[in-house]
């Protein structure tokens, strides 16, 4: 049964370049959330997807948009990429968009390195 | 691998000894909690959970406590072994209309054998 998986695992992009980051979910699980983990803190809630649509966002710029698929994998867009945004990108996937009912299982990340 | 604990609060202990790591959260309205293990070049890795209707949860060898007077989490490590040695991360479920977790710092835990 194959966890949450994400790719590629090490980008290196220039300032003002345009990523995309890969994910796809536990087995079963419907529900993608993305986050954004700087060095040494812990992880930033950028937005969640369910039934291919965006249903909720963090303190994030629109720089920042994803997408999900029918088969629930999902992918985070970042344009116009600044020094900032270098960090480890952390793909999470549960059942339904509730907590409560599925905690979130992440990936291993995909390391992004800006310069 | 990578680290994800610089500068982090740190937690030495002996290999067989118990570890508490603390936690406060903000949001005296968030009802759901969760510990993750992350170690380095890893993911988060889901520990433990409690819901605000109870104060204590355990699991194998490890106990979660929630005082929420205060807004303060806990997770006791039973026997710590080196696999333990890791940053954690305390989470919680905000409820401001958006389902999502909040998660703090982190605590690095380094196992001495």
């Known amino acids: 049964d194959a966890g949450v998986t994400q790719s590629p695992t090490h980008l290196i992009k220039t300032r003002g370049q345009q990523v995309t980051l890969r994910c796809s979910p536990k087995s079963g699980h419907d529900t993608v959330s993305w986050y954004q983990q700087a060095l040494g803190q812990g992880p930033q809630f950028i937005f969640q997807?369910?039934?291919?649509?965006?249903?909720q966002r963090g303190n994030f710029p629109d720089r920042f948009s994803g997408h999900q698929f029918p088969n629930y994998s999902s992918e985070l867009n970042v344009n116009a990429l600044l020094l900032g945004d270098s960090a480890l990108y952390l793909c999470a996937s549960s059942l339904g968009r509730s907590s409560y009912n599925s905690p979130l299982h992440f990936g291993n990340g995909t390391r992004l390195t800006v310069t | 691998g990578e680290s994800v604990g610089l500068h982090l609060p740190t937690l030495s202990v002996q290999e067989g000894d118990n570890s508490i790591i603390n936690c406060a959260y903000s949001?005296?309205?968030?009802?759901?909690f969760i510990w993750y293990k992350q170690e380095s070049g890893k993911g988060p890795q889901f520990i433990i959970d409690?819901?605000?209707?109870?104060d204590k949860r355990q699991g194998q060898r490890v106990t979660v406590l929630l005082n929420k007077t205060v807004k303060h989490l806990s997770l006791q490590i039973a026997a710590t072994q080196p696999g333990d040695s890791a940053v954690y991360f305390c989470a919680e479920n905000i409820q401001d209309g958006n389902n999502r977790l909040a998660f703090g710092k982190g605590n690095q835990v380094v196992v001495i054998p």
């Open positions: 997807y369910y039934e291919e649509e965006e249903r």
């Open positions: 409690i819901r605000s209707n109870m």
């Open positions: 949001n005296s309205a968030s009802d759901y």
